[in-house]
């Protein structure tokens, strides 16, 4: 695929997105910058901006200024740098991001056991 290809997360793999990011940065020459600790700081800075987005918004308003027409798109490209650089991690570290995620998703099912967990923000060691 190509990027003009892209669509939806229904239609594109992750192993698509992961060949178009590196494809990306490879065109770019720009593995030389892609280390572990820079892409963390990245992935922080990325953070930051799309905490800015929700600057001074209260909790009750923060799901319609993501959806709103004035904010969705920077909100949703704030998204998309994070994710890119994850991604980007993930490849310069030799993650495979689905078995990462699947053994994250077994320690906290054991951590947050339904229930004790159902409906509380506790952390596991104060449930």
């Known amino acids: 695929k190509d990027i003009n290809a892209m669509t939806t997360d229904s239609e594109t793999t992750l192993t698509e997105i992961k060949q178009l990011i590196n494809r990306f940065v490879e065109e770019r ?3 030389q ?5 820079n892409l963390v700081m990245a992935m922080m800075s990325e953070v930051g901006e799309l905490a800015d987005q929700f600057r001074w918004v209260n909790n009750a308003d923060s ?7 004035e904010q969705a798109e920077d909100v949703a ?12 991690f993930a490849s ?13 998703l077994d320690k906290n099912a054991s951590r947050y056991p339904i229930a004790k967990a159902k409906g509380s ?3 596991y060691d104060r449930l």
């Open 29 to 31: 020459d720009w593995l």
């Open 33 to 37: 910058y892609h280390d572990p600790k």
């Open 63 to 69: 799901h319609a200024l993501a959806a709103s027409t």
């Open 77 to 88: 490209d704030e998204l998309a740098d994070i994710m890119m650089f994850a991604i980007e």
């Open 92 to 104: 310069v570290c030799n993650i495979d991001i689905t078995s990462a995620i699947a053994s994250k």
């Open 121 to 123: 923000c506790k952390k």
